[in-house]
């Protein structure tokens, strides 16, 4: 039997992990959106944009990893 649905599946998993892990990063920053008057509120919210984008990034390289076969 071939390795490649098996694969799949895991590049699928990371993919929906990432997705969820970022979501709950948005979520985060929405929820603080209110608090833009807040000192610090904008620095908040550009972390978080980019720790969504390197949860995406990270899930994308584990996703294409995994459907090459590397470790």
């Known amino acids: 039997m071939s390795e490649q649905p098996e694969r799949l599946r895991a590049a699928v998993e990371r ?3 990432a997705q969820r892990e970022a979501l709950d990063v948005t979520n985060g920053a929405l929820d ?3 608090e833009e008057e807040h000192p ?3 620095d908040r919210l550009e972390a978080a944009l ?3 984008r390197d949860i995406l ?3 994308l390289e584990d996703a ?8």
């Open 15 to 17: 993919l929906m992990e």
């Open 32 to 34: 603080a959106e209110g």
């Open 40 to 42: 610090g509120a904008r």
């Open 50 to 52: 980019v720790d969504v």
């Open 57 to 59: 990034e990270g899930a």
């Open 64 to 71: 294409q990893d995994t459907l090459e076969g590397k470790p």
